[in-house]
C-alpha cells in the first residue's frame, strides 16, 4: 500500500503520518541532551585553550553533518523503519542486521531513556533545591522516583498514539531550542561576563590521546543525527522528508552547541570552566546571578524531556522492523489496534529503561556505549559503497553531495576516534565488543528455531 507500513504476521500497518517538521524535531530532539549541558567543562579539563574546546565542537559537527547526508542516501535506497538493521540486513548478512538490533534493544536506546531522565531528576533538584528541602538520606531514592515516574510518564504518551506524541515531541523540541537560543543568545548580548576570548594556550599542553578522547565526549553529544532514519516507515513522502530533516536538524544543533559554548567562555574564565560537569547552570548563574541560575536550570532540565520522548519515539521502531523479519520477539511487531504504535515494543523499552534508572548511573556506560553504537553506523556508511554497486534503490536514491570524499570522511574520522576510544579506554571498549558478539549465539540459536 502506498502509505502503510506492513506489521509483523500481517498484522495492522503503520501508516506514513509522520511530516518534515515533525521528523526534524525528533533529529533536534535526539542530538540534543545530557551532552552539550554536561561535557564542555570535561572537554576543557582536557584541552589548554577554549579555541580547542569550540574546533572540537566544529569538527564533531561536521562529522555528523557527513553521517547525517550519507544516511540521506541509505534511507532513501531502503525508506523503511530500523534505520542500520534494514541497511545491515541487505547490504552484508542478516546477522549484522541482528546485531546491530540486539545492539539497541539491550544498550541503545533504554539506556538514554534512563540517562535524560536521570539528568532531568538532577537539573529539576538543582533548579529547586532552594525552595524543596528533602533529608539527604532520602535525595538519592527521591531522584531515582522522579526518574522513574517522568520515563513511565512520557511512554504512556507515546503508547497513546502518534498523533499525540507527535505534537508534544514539536512541543518540546520548540521548547528546548528557544532555552538554548535564549540562554545563548541574551547571555551573549547581555549576560554578565566579558566577550569570550578565544586562546589555543593558556592551560597546559595536551596530546592526540587527549584531543581524540574530547572528540569522544563531543560525538556523544552529536549522537542522534541519524534519528529520522529509524521512523523511515512512517514518514511522508519519505525521498523529501528524510534529506530535509536529516540536514537541516543536524545543522540547527552545530548551530546551537557553537552559541552555548560561546555563552560559557563568555559567562566564565577557561579556568573556572574546566572539569565541571553543570557547566551550563554554572555559566548561567555566573551571567544572570543565583536566582535566575537556578530557574535555567529548571527550563534545562524541561529541555531534556525532548530527548527522552525523541529515545522513546525512535527504539520500538527499531524493534519492530526485527519482528516484522521475524528475527525478534513477536509482541515487537504488534501494532495496537487503535493507536496505530508499536505498543508492546513502547511499553517494554520504558520497563527497561526503568530497571536501568534503578538499579545504577548513566555515566559509567558513556564510552561503553559509544563504541558500541559507533560500530554499525561506520558499517552503514561504508554500506553506500556496496548499494551503488548493486544499484539498491536507485529510482528513489538521493545521492549524497560530494562523494566519495564525505563519506570517507566520515569512516576515517570515526575509525580514528574508535581507535582513541580503545586505546585510552580499553575495558569499556572491549566489554561493548563482547556485548556485541554476544548476539552472534542469540541469532545462530534465533536462526535454527
Known amino acids: 500500500m502506498k502509505n502503510e507500513q506492513t506489521g509483523a504476521r500481517g498484522e495492522r500497518p503503520v501508516r506514513r503520518e509522520i511530516g518534515v517538521f515533525t521528523a526534524t524535531s525528533v533529529v533536534v530532539a535526539n542530538i540534543i541532551g545530557t551532552g552539550i549541558f554536561t561535557t564542555t567543562g570535561i572537554i576543557s579539563g582536557m584541552l589548554p585553550g577554549s579555541a580547542w574546546v569550540l574546533l572540537c565542537w566544529g569538527l564533531g559537527g561536521l562529522l555528523a553533518i557527513a553521517g547525517a547526508l550519507c544516511y540521506a542516501e541509505l534511507s532513501t535506497r531502503m525508506p523503511e523503519e530500523g534505520a542500520e538493521y534494514v541497511y545491515l540486513k541487505r547490504l552484508y548478512h542478516p546477522m549484522l542486521g541482528f546485531l546491530t538490533g540486539w545492539t539497541s534493544f539491550i544498550v541503545g536506546f533504554s539506556a538514554p531513556i534512563a540517562a535524560a531522565a ?89 596530546d592526540w590521546i587527549s584531543i581524540g578522547t574530547a572528540m569522544m565526549l563531543v560525538m556523544f553529544a552529536y549522537s542522534g543525527w541519524n534519528a529520522s532514519a529509524y521512523i523511515a516507515g512512517e514518514l511522508t513522502e519519505p525521498r523529501r522528508t528524510l534529506p530535509r530533516s536529516l540536514a537541516i536538524g543536524t545543522l540547527v544543533v552545530i548551530v546551537l552547541y557553537i552559541a552555548i559554548n560561546l555563552f560559557v567562555f563568555k559567562a566564565l574564565p577557561f579556568e573556572s570552566v574546566r572539569g565541571e560537569i553543570t557547566i551550563v547552570e554554572r555559566a548561567a548563574v555566573g551571567a544572570f546571578g543565583d536566582w535566575m541560575g537556578r530557574g535555567i536550570s529548571v527550563m534545562i532540565g524541561v529541555a531534556l524531556l525532548s530527548s527522552l520522548s525523541a529515545y522513546i519515539i525512535i527504539g520500538p521502531r527499531v524493534y519492530f522492523a526485527m519482528a516484522r523479519d521475524r528475527l525478534f520477539f513477536p509482541f515487537a511487531g504488534r501494532v495496537h489496534p487503535h493507536y496505530n504504535v508499536p505498543s508492546r515494543s513502547i511499553a517494554i523499552q520504558g520497563a527497561i529503561a526503568v530497571f536501568m534508572v534503578a ?52 569512516l576515517a574520522g570515526t575509525l580514528f576516534l574508535m581507535a582513541i576510544a580503545f586505546l585510552n579506554r580499553p575495558f569499556e571498549s572491549s566489554a561493548a565488543v563482547i556485548t556485541v558478539l554476544a548476539g552472534v549465539p542469540c541469532y545462530l540459536v534465533w536462526v535454527r528455531t
Open 359 to 410: 538499579v545504577g548511573s548513566f555515566e559509567q556506560l558513556l564510552v561503553y556505549l559509544g563504541f558500541a553504537l559507533g560500530i554499525f553506523p561506520w558499517l552503514a556508511v561504508f554500506g553506500i559503497f556496496i548499494a551503488r554497486r548493486r544499484r539498491i534503490g536507485e529510482e528513489t536514491a538521493v545521492r549524497v553531495w560530494g562523494y566519495p570524499v564525505l563519506p570517507l570522511f566520515f
Open 118 to 206: 536521570i539528568g532531568f531528576s538532577e537539573y529539576m533538584h538543582a533548579g529547586l533545591a532552594g525552595g524543596v528541602s528533602v533529608d539527604a538520606a532520602w535525595l538519592p531514592f527521591v531522584k531515582k522516583g522522579v526518574a522513574v515516574l517522568i520515563i513511565v510518564l512520557f511512554t504512556a504518551i507515546h503508547y497513546a498514539g502518534r498523533r499525540f506524541g507527535s505534537r508534544v515531541q514539536i512541543l518540546l523540541t520548540a521548547l528546548k531550542i528557544a532555552i538554548i537560543l535564549g540562554l545563548s543568545g541574551f547571555g551573549l548580548a547581555a549576560g554578565g561576563g566579558h566577550l569570550p576570548s578565544v586562546s589555543f594556550g593558556g592551560g597546559g599542553s595536551f
